[in-house]
T-cell receptor, first 115, second 112 residues
Framework: DTGVSQNPRHKITKRGQNVTFRCDPISEHNRLYWYRQTLGQGPEFLTYFQNEAQLEKSRLLSDRFSAERPKGSFSTLEIQRTEQGDSAMYLC?????????????FGEGSWLTVV | TQLLEQSPQFLSIQEGENLTVYCNSSSVFSSLQWYRQEPGEGPVLLVTVVTGGEVKKLKRLTFQFGDARKDSSLHITAAQTGDTGLYLCAGRLTSGTYKYIFGTGTRLKVLA
């Protein structure tokens, strides 16, 4: 399967701890996205990369959140000093230059529970 | 402020009935997608529409992009229990960004 891969799928952490999620996009997709989704809501945009450049970042992404895509392939999303309000599903998606950027494909998400 | 509003938010219907879900905005989109999401999983792409007035069909599902590219609809004919899920629209603004904005979602339950 060559879809978008995310890990870990589930993470339970204590408030105040740091967590990191990894996303491996579809091979050769140049754009990579991070979204956050809470129960019953649509995904909220966090940030996106084109190759290794972070082109846009939502105001939702506070100073405790940082995303990287150092070599233009996989990406990591780190949350420092987690708070209970960070509990959500974190979704990664990718899209292709050849597809005119019109279609994005999602991974299965990483669930975060902060206790 | 939610850029893309979906209606209805919740819909519970009997198997065999028809339904329409709407996705509306005051902004113009260069393309719009519809997704279905199952609990605990990521959204799965159903269709992408790019041209104003475009209509696409996927078996019992019919998708339409508004002429002005500000709205879209999803019509399901003869709904089945397997259609149950969260339906999401997502649009890419025409401002030169590749950011996709999601709608508020429509949770559909089809009863046997």
């Amino acid at each position: 399967d060559t879809g978008v891969s995310q890990n870990p799928r589930h993470k339970i952490t204590k408030r105040g701890q740091n967590v990191t999620f990894r996303c491996d996009p579809i091979s050769e997709h140049n754009r990579l996205y991070w979204y956050r989704q809470t129960l019953g809501q649509g995904p909220e945009f966090l940030t996106y990369f084109q190759n290794e450049a972070q082109l846009e970042k939502s105001r939702l992404l506070s100073d405790r959140f940082s995303a990287e895509r150092p070599k233009g392939s996989f990406s990591t999303l780190e949350i420092q000093r987690t708070e209970q309000g960070d509990s959500a599903m974190y979704l990664c998606a990718s899209s292709s230059r050849d597809d005119s950027g019109n279609t994005i494909y999602f991974g299965e998400g990483s669930w975060l529970t902060v206790v | 402020t939610q850029l893309l509003e979906q209606s209805p938010q919740f819909l519970s219907i009997q198997e065999g009935e028809n339904l329409t879900v709407y996705c509306n905005s005051s902004s113009v989109f260069s393309s719009l997608q519809w997704y279905r999401q199952e609990p605990g999983e990521g959204p799965v792409l159903l269709v992408t529409v790019v041209t104003g007035g475009e209509v696409k069909k996927l078996k019992r599902l019919t998708f339409q992009f508004g002429d002005a590219r500000k709205d879209s609809s999803l019509h399901i004919t003869a709904a089945q229990t397997g259609d149950t899920g969260l339906y999401l629209c997502a649009g890419r603004l025409t401002s030169g960004t590749y950011k996709y904005i999601f709608g508020t979602g429509t949770r559909l339950k089809v009863l046997a």
